[in-house]
């Protein structure tokens, strides 16, 4: 069945950078694109932008452009989502994401990943 | 970017009501718009597609309906399982918009 496992929690110093994966299984990786979305405690779902895993092309949401960076390695069939500069507004649950095409939403999820930015 | 406005931002129900959640877009996204549940501490869940598809799974006292910048999703009958945080979400371009979300509670 289609899974995506996501990396364990984060705890980060404030200026630092963070990694999530996103390990993919049950389905041909390069055939869905991955989105990242991220949610804040006891707050709403953000979108952070998604990325290609056929050719790694990659569309930012424009608050986070500066500072994230999606890839993929394909020989393992993996997403990865980092996030550069953390501030305590970072501190939130992160998952990933799968959707059939550019034009479609997002069908199955990961199981998040809580990164906590804390001095 | 496309803003998306949910109302109400709670509510208050009991099992067996109807219930109905507003979503509106701040330019028209057609019927590309989507209704996720998600439940305390677990992954949002697919529930409505292309503002009135139900994906597959999904009971079918849940319906979506709207299109352009109007969309409201209902359920007909509440069940004691629908208790969750309801978000819409368009995905009419590059870039996507959730709603603020919609808190369903026990009345």
Same mark, same amino acid.
Request: proline share 4%; net charge positive; aromatic share 12%.
């Given at each position: 069945q /289609? =899974?995506?496992?996501?990396?364990?929690?984060? /705890?980060?110093k404030p200026g630092a950078s963070v990694k999530v994966s996103c390990k993919t299984s049950g389905y041909t990786f390069t055939s869905y694109y991955i989105h990242w979305v991220? =949610?804040?405690p006891g707050q709403g779902l953000e979108w952070m932008?998604?990325?290609?895993?056929?050719?790694g092309d990659t569309y930012y949401a424009q608050k986070f452009q500066d500072r994230v960076i999606m890839t993929r390695d394909t020989s393992i069939s993996t997403a990865y989502m980092e996030l550069n500069r953390l501030t305590s507004d970072d501190t939130a649950m992160y998952f990933c994401a799968r959707a059939p095409t550019k034009a479609?939403?997002?069908?199955?999820?990961?199981q998040g990943t809580l990164v906590t930015v804390s001095s | 970017d496309i803003q998306m406005t949910q109302s109400p931002s709670i509510l208050s129900a009991s099992v067996g009501d109807r219930v109905t959640i507003t979503c509106r877009a701040s330019e028209s @996204?057609?019927? +590309?718009?989507? +209704?996720?549940?998600? !439940?305390?501490? !677990?992954?949002p869940k697919l529930l409505i597609y292309k503002a009135s598809s139900l994906e597959s799974g999904v009971p079918s006292r849940f319906s979506g309906s709207g299109s352009g910048t109007e969309?409201?999703?209902? @359920?007909?009958?509440?069940e004691p399982d629908d208790f969750a945080t309801y978000y819409c979400q368009q995905y009419d371009s590059y870039s996507r918009t959730f709603g603020q979300g919609t808190k369903v509670e026990i009345k």
């Open positions: /289609v =899974q995506l496992l996501q990396s364990g929690a984060e /705890v980060k991220r =949610q804040a932008g998604w990325m290609n895993p056929n050719g479609a939403t997002t069908t199955a999820w990961g | @996204i057609t019927r +590309w718009l989507a +209704w996720y549940q998600q !439940k305390p501490g !677990k992954a969309f409201t999703l209902t @359920i007909s009958s509440l």
